[in-house]
Every structure is written in structure tokens, then in C-alpha cells.
């Protein structure tokens, strides 16, 4: 799996590093960085929630 981030749509509102801190980090320019761009399954269930979650849906999951 791999995490995209649209830094269109991103505006920094950190909702993702809350839900899944170990992935997620929001940068010094206020858009939401990605940790680990392949991570492990086991992190999938936080993951999918980060996505659900972003108000500003600039988040997705792709199956690699």
C-alpha cells in the first residue's frame, strides 16, 4: 500500500498526525508529510482512518 497526499487540497489541519502519528507529520509548510510512504499492514486500520478523517479529503490509499 502507499499513502498520496494532494498538497492542493491539504491545508495542514493535522488531523491525519493525530489519527496516525507514526505516518503522518505536518511540515514547515503547514501540509501534511508522509513518514512512511509504504507502510506496514499492520498500520492499515489507522491509516484508512486518517483518510476518512482529513476534512479536506487530500488523502489517499492506493494498493500497490
Known sequence: M???VDHDLCEGNAVCVRVAPD???VGD???AQ???EHP???QRANIEA???RCPRQALA???D
Open 23 to 25: 505516518i503522518f507529520a
Open 34 to 36: 508522509v513518514l512512511i
Open 29 to 31: 509548510d503547514d501540509q
Open 2 to 4: 502507499r499513502i498520496i
Open 50 to 52: 486518517a483518510v476518512a
Open 40 to 42: 506496514p499492514e499492520s
Open 61 to 63: 490509499l492506493r494498493n
